[in-house]
């Protein structure tokens, strides 16, 4: 069975930085591509940031490139997004996902099959 379970989400105030990480089980982990979603209230999912199995190839939207990091640790079955200067419009719930193993294009929401319940990201200005 397939847990994928976020942690580490939180209150900050604009500029800060915050680290939010997701722990997989149940999947072959360095298989598949991992993505950070979020939803923001009122607005629809957005793919932030996604990283391959191996970790060489990268996705990341243009609203936070530059200041967010996601990185992967197969030995660990972890994958954490760096989130820096962050602005009050990153506030969202931010979910990470799982892709079937070795996708074609890690940049698409309909890779994604395995989802995390979410974690509350919140920035205030």
């Known amino acids: 069975q397939v847990q994928l379970v976020e942690s580490g989400g939180g209150s900050v105030q604009a500029g800060d930085s915050l680290t939010v990480s997701c722990a997989a089980s149940g999947i072959s982990f360095g298989a598949r591509a991992m993505g950070w979603f979020r939803r923001a209230p009122g607005k629809e999912r957005e793919l932030v940031a996604a990283?391959?199995?191996?970790?060489?190839?990268?996705y990341y939207a243009d609203s936070v490139k530059g200041r967010f990091t996601a990185t992967r640790d197969n030995a660990k079955n972890t994958v954490r997004l760096h989130m820096n200067s962050l602005k009050s419009e990153d506030t969202a719930m931010y979910y990470c996902?799982?892709?079937?193993?070795?996708?074609?294009?890690?940049?698409?929401?309909?890779?994604?099959?395995?989802w995390g319940q979410g974690i509350p990201v919140s920035v205030s200005t």
């Open positions: 990283l391959s199995g191996g970790g060489g190839v990268t």
């Open positions: 996902a799982a892709t079937s193993p070795y996708p074609r294009n890690i940049s698409i929401t309909s890779a994604y099959l395995s």
